[in-house]
Each structure stands twice: as structure tokens, then as C-alpha cells.
């Protein structure tokens, strides 16, 4: 049975203690979240069992945060502290810094950057690109991270973008060449783009397809975005001041799927792209399976149009049909008649007038 990692959440913000608490177990069975609105609360817990980390908010009910860490620390010495707070950067980070932290957060809260810092502060993803499916040595990333490095920044040269950047498929910023700062591309941005690059890859599942070849364009007043899937794990981000320097829409395309196919290549040595299809994905080089050949009425009415028939075998054709459809009165199972719901107690009793 594999580990399973505790995480004390302690915040008084009930509704910010659930999300917090359902987005750790939402990264897997190996997480149990556990939520409490104050510190005394929190050492109880720390009592009755094992924490392996704990999210604590400066600012408590009772005893305050940097009180509980001191106090959590002599209970549990190893756990691993994250600390979030409202308050000023340079305030958290000089609390973090007193206390030892091993992360700090402003809220509001960035989720994917903390999950991130999670799972690596508890040694469980050590790769920039995160886990990945096969172990790989430190030389052969540091030698793919660089060449995808490469092609980012070609991409972002040729175009004359402000940033050319890869993100995950929670909206985490990977690697990136040039400027993208908070205020231009903020968090929630890079997460709904996210979310638009997973509707894709659900569809092709649905689909049973292939990963879908798209290119995303907003233009706004100040800024474009180019935004193109890699895979179901990562896409790519192109964002400009100005017009992209292109000649046309097709030519800019050209250019980001270049560098879309060659960070697929370098993804491939790493082992990556063997999730790049849907795992019930039906193959496309196999022939479909013979059925019985027994048309439907449907099927009937399709060759009706499409060749002429006699007027004897039309006319026999819809006397079929009107047959069929003479079998009993269509049944909708979601809908009462008067009389089930008369019976039910759901109308008036005509005995009662």
C-alpha cells in the first residue's frame, strides 16, 4: 500500500478551508486533507494523528499562527509548514522566515502554485515537468528542459512576443521566455485557459480521436494570446504587446505549431507523450467490425431518397411505417397521466368536487 500523506489545513475561512481541503484530495487517494478553524483545534489533531504537513493562517481565533507553528513543531518535528496570510508580502515573508516555513502564500490564494509546492516539498514530484512516467536522470532533463528552453525563445524571437510559455494543464507556468508578469497574465487567466485546453482533450476522448491540432486567438485591447495544446498534460502560451510580428494568421500558425511538434519530440524521448492519446481511444488503422446486415427503418428511409423507387414500394414503405408506430401509444417514463397522479395523491379526487 503506498504512503498516505496528511495535510492539516488551519483556517477560519470555512469556505476557503474547503476548497483548499477538496483541491489536495482532488490530487489523489495518497492525500488525506484535514480542515479545523484554530490552533488549539489544530494541535488536537496533531495529537491524534500524523501530519506531514500543515497550511496555517497567520491570523487565528485564540492562538495565532506563528504560536501554533512553535507549538506544532515540538508535537510533530518534522512536519512541513506552509504559511498563508492577507497581510502584506514582505510581512509574510519576514514571518516565514522567523518561523522557518518551508513555503508562504498572499492570499488570495494561487492554487496550483501551492498544490505544486505540496507535492515537491514532500518529495513527491522532482522534476520541472512533474512526474514523469519513467525515472530519468538529472542530466537527461537538465538537456530536454533546455532544449524546449530553446524553442520557446526562438518562438518568442521570430514573433516578437513579450513571453513564450509552457503551462501544465492546472494553468502552473512550467518554463517561459521573456516577461509575463501577474498583471498582464494573472493566475485565474492562466487557469482558464486551462480549462479550455482540457474541454479539448475531453473531446477527443469523447470523440475517440486523435489529440485535436487547435490554435486559440483573443486579441484585446493591449494584448494577444495565442494559446495551442501540446498534449493532454501541457500547453503552449504566446502572448504579444503588439500584433504578433507575422505575415498572416497562417503564417503565425505555422510558426506555433513548428514549436508545438518540437517540444512534442523532446516530450517523446521523456516518455510523455504515451499519454497523448485517450486511454479508450479506438484505433483509427483498424477496420470496424462487420454488423449483420438488418437496416433500420431509418436505413430505409435514407435509400428512399437517395434512389428512386417504384411508386408500389413507396407506398409499401409507409404502410410499414405507419404499422410500426400503430404498436400502442408512446410511453414517456418521466411523465405521470392524470390517472397515476390522481392515485398517487398528486391530483384532486373528482369524487371529492
Not at 502584506?88 to 505544486?116: M, Y
Not at 503552449?236 to 510580428?245: E, F, G, I, T, W
Not at 409499401?316 to 405521470?336: M, R, T
Request: charged share 25%; net charge negative; with cysteine.
Amino acid at each position: 500500500m503506498s504512503k498516505r500523506y496528511h495535510i492539516l489545513i488551519i483556517e477560519d475561512h470555512r469556505e476557503l478551508a474547503r476548497v483548499l481541503r477538496t483541491s489536495i484530495e482532488a490530487l489523489g487517494e495518497h492525500f488525506v486533507a484535514f480542515d479545523v478553524p484554530s490552533g488549539e483545534e489544530a494541535l488536537l489533531e496533531a495529537f491524534r494523528r500524523h501530519i506531514d504537513l500543515a497550511i496555517v493562517d497567520m491570523r487565528l481565533p485564540g492562538m495565532d499562527g506563528i504560536e501554533l507553528i512553535r507549538r506544532l513543531r515540538q508535537q510533530e518535528p518534522g512536519v512541513k509548514i506552509f504559511l498563508i496570510s492577507g497581510q502584506e508580502e514582505s510581512k509574510i515573508r519576514a514571518a516565514a522566515e522567523r518561523v522557518q516555513a518551508d513555503g508562504w502564500f498572499r492570499k488570495p490564494l494561487e492554487l496550483a502554485d501551492l498544490l505544486d509546492a505540496m507535492e515537491r516539498s514532500l518529495g513527491l514530484v522532482k522534476s520541472v515537468l512533474g512526474r514523469m512516467p519513467s525515472p530519468i536522470s538529472n542530466a537527461e532533463e537538465e538537456k530536454a528542459v533546455g532544449r524546449m528552453s530553446d524553442l520557446l525563445a526562438d518562438l518568442r524571437e521570430a514573433t516578437q512576443a513579450r513571453a513564450a510559455v509552457l503551462i501544465n494543464d492546472v494553468g502552473r507556468v512550467v518554463l517561459q521566455a521573456g516577461s509575463l508578469d501577474q498583471q498582464t497574465m494573472p493566475q485565474k487567466a492562466l487557469m482558464t485557459l486551462a480549462s479550455l485546453h482540457t474541454t479539448g482533450v475531453r473531446l477527443a476522448k469523447a470523440l475517440q480521436a486523435q489529440q485535436p491540432r487547435a490554435l486559440f486567438v483573443f486579441r484585446f485591447d493591449n494584448i494577444e494570446v495565442y494559446f495551442a495544446t501540446i498534449n493532454p498534460q501541457y500547453a503552449l502560451l504566446l502572448v504579444c504587446s503588439a500584433p504578433c510580428q507575422h505575415a498572416t494568421l497562417d503564417a503565425l500558425d505555422s510558426q506555433i505549431q513548428a514549436t508545438v511538434k518540437g517540444l512534442q519530440r523532446v516530450m517523446e524521448k521523456l516518455g510523455i507523450a504515451a499519454a497523448s492519446l485517450p486511454a479508450d481511444a479506438a484505433s483509427h488503422d483498424e477496420p470496424p467490425a462487420e454488423e449483420e446486415d438488418t437496416p433500420s427503418t431509418g436505413d430505409n428511409f435514407l435509400a428512399l431518397l437517395e434512389q428512386e423507387l417504384p411508386q408500389s414500394e413507396a407506398e409499401a414503405f409507409w404502410d410499414a411505417l405507419s404499422e410500426s408506430q400503430q404498436d400502442g401509444p408512446a410511453v414517456d417514463p418521466d411523465v405521470l397521466t392524470y390517472e397515476q397522479a390522481r392515485r398517487l395523491g398528486l391530483a384532486p379526487n373528482e369524487d371529492n368536487g
